[in-house]
């Protein structure tokens, strides 16, 4: 998704090729940030949600799982109700169901790609603490740049404009953090405890 990001920017380009002045084209820019952060969402939810399913599949006893990740699948089987709560799901290999639909939820409730949302997402998800620290960019960057999206989904049309430049250095923040998360999510199933071998080929 993107060389959509960048073809947007260059749609812009042409539209105002000689123009000075206000922009009345800046709408394009600011879709490029929606359509930028749209992918970083899908692409958390994406890998958080493959990783889940190589655990689900892996031969491991689930007592060995993240303490996170035990607790989540808990949680989803109980109801305060007791006849609502639904522990006969876990027995014998229910469990592995159950660790994708963990995922699952907490892919569905992801509507705000900002470091904090996104490393509750993993550690719930597939029991990777901190996916933040792994970033080569600082997390307020991501956070920043989640904040630009935010005033343009809320404020539309009286929402700050954005340049070019900050198009393209959002991007390479993007491009390098997916880079960084897939292989920090990499070495996690890795562990002895997960799947014991490499998931996929390691990004460079």
Request: glycine share 4%.
């Amino acid at each position: 998704m993107m060389p959509e990001v960048r073809r947007l920017v260059e749609a812009h380009k042409i539209l105002r090729e000689g123009s000075k002045g206000p922009d009345p084209h800046n709408a394009v820019l600011k879709s490029a940030v929606v359509f930028l952060c749209a992918t970083w969402e899908i692409y958390c939810e994406s890998v958080a949600l493959e990783a889940a399913t190589k655990i689900s599949e892996a031969k491991i006893d689930p007592q060995e799982l993240p303490e996170a990740m035990q607790w989540q699948i808990k949680v989803l089987v109980h109801d305060a109700d007791v006849q609502k709560s639904k522990p006969l799901s876990l027995a014998g290999d229910g469990w592995r169901k159950v660790v994708v639909e963990v995922a699952e939820k907490f892919c569905d409730a992801l509507n705000t790609p900002k470091s904090k949302p996104i490393d509750e997402l993993f550690q719930k998800s597939i029991g990777l603490k901190k996916l933040s620290g792994s970033w080569t960019h600082c997390r307020s960057e991501i956070d920043s740049f989640g904040a630009v999206r935010g005033d343009i989904a809320h404020m539309g049309a009286d929402a700050p404009k954005v340049s070019k430049e900050e198009i393209l250095h959002y991007l390479s923040i993007i491009s390098k953090s997916i880079t960084d998360t897939d292989n920090a999510v990499y070495d996690h199933l890795k562990h002895a405890n997960l799947l014991g071998k490499a998931p996929w080929q390691k990004t460079n």
